[in-house]
């Protein structure tokens, strides 16, 4: 599995949680769809290799979807803060394979 086919998993995770849309609106990779989600500290978006589209079956793919022209260093920026906002779901056993 590529590094790029682990981050789609997880990026997966954000669309399950917010919502997105792909769009072929990118004329340097035409073949890549941009996968943008919009989430409560702004817009994020990744490129998603051809041969992982499969994991976003209910995304629906639209022709030109607005950029807001954020940087990846904008986009990790507002994904860190996201974090912070999100409530635990779980949390770690300490004590897991403990003797």
Same mark, same amino acid.
């Not at 919502?19 to 340097?28: A, I």
């Not at 941009?34 to 817009?43: A, F, K, N, R, S």
């Not at 994991?55 to 022709?63: N, S």
């Not at 990790?76 to 770690?92: D, G, I, W």
């Given at each position: 599995? /590529?590094?790029?086919?682990?981050?789609?998993?997880? @990026?997966?995770v954000?669309?399950?949680?917010?919502?997105?849309?792909? /769009?072929?609106?990118?004329? &340097?990779? #035409?073949?890549? #769809? @941009?996968?943008?989600? &919009?989430?409560?500290?702004?817009?994020?978006?990744?490129?998603?290799?051809?041969?992982?589209?499969?994991?976003?079956?209910k @995304?629906?793919?639209?022709?030109?979807?607005?950029?807001?022209?954020?940087?990846? +260093? @904008?986009?990790?920026? +507002?994904? +860190?803060?996201?974090?912070?906002?999100? #409530?635990?779901m779980?949390?770690?056993n #300490?004590?897991y394979?403990?003797?």
């Amino acid at each position: 599995m /590529s590094i790029y086919t682990e981050r789609a998993h997880l @990026v997966a995770v954000l669309v399950a949680l917010f919502g997105g849309v792909l /769009s072929h609106n990118d004329s &340097e990779l #035409p073949d890549y #769809p @941009v996968l943008y989600i &919009e989430t409560p500290t702004g817009q994020m978006s990744w490129h998603i290799h051809p041969d992982d589209v499969w994991l976003f079956p209910k @995304v629906p793919t639209i022709g030109s979807y607005p950029w807001d022209k954020h940087t990846t +260093r @904008v986009k990790y920026k +507002r994904l +860190r803060s996201l974090t912070e906002q999100l #409530p635990k779901m779980t949390y770690a056993n #300490p004590t897991y394979g403990q003797p």
